[in-house]
Nanobody
Framework: QVQLVESGGGLVQPGGSLRLSCAAS????????MAWYRQAPGKERELVAI???????NYADSVKGRFTITRDNAKNTIYLQLNSLKPEDTAVYYC?????????????WGQGTQVTISS
């Protein structure tokens, strides 16, 4: 079983910054794509950013130019740098990973970390 643990959320004023982390652990042979999603109250979960094993990235239009996703393959960890935060960025942010174990490919979600943007 593969576990994902997010950290770094919190309360920030508009215009501020945060850095989220997501670390994967378990009997991992390889991690392929990793991604950040978010879910605001009353809304569906949406993809924020995705990064491949080779560090190719893609972003939701709403966060392009403000958020940056990176990864450290040696640590099985991804990061999300959130800059120029807006109240509409308020949501629970979830990490997702596609991984390979001896049992084959699978997907895992983290427990989520709350990001609140408010003055």
């Amino acid at each position: 079983q593969v576990q994902l643990v997010e950290s770094g959320g919190g309360l920030v004023q508009p215009g501020g910054s945060l850095r989220l982390s997501c670390a994967a652990s378990g009997s991992i042979l390889k991690i392929d794509d990793m991604a950040w999603y978010r879910q605001a109250p009353g809304k569906e979960r949406e993809l924020v950013a995705i990064i491949t094993f080779g560090s190719s990235t893609n972003y939701a239009d709403s966060v392009k130019g403000r958020f940056t996703i990176t990864r450290d393959n040696a640590k099985n960890t991804i990061y999300l740098q959130l800059n120029s935060l807006k109240p509409e960025d308020t949501a629970v942010y979830y990490c997702n990973a596609k991984y390979l174990t001896t049992r084959g490919w699978g997907y895992s979600w983290g427990q989520g970390t709350q990001v609140t943007i408010s003055s």
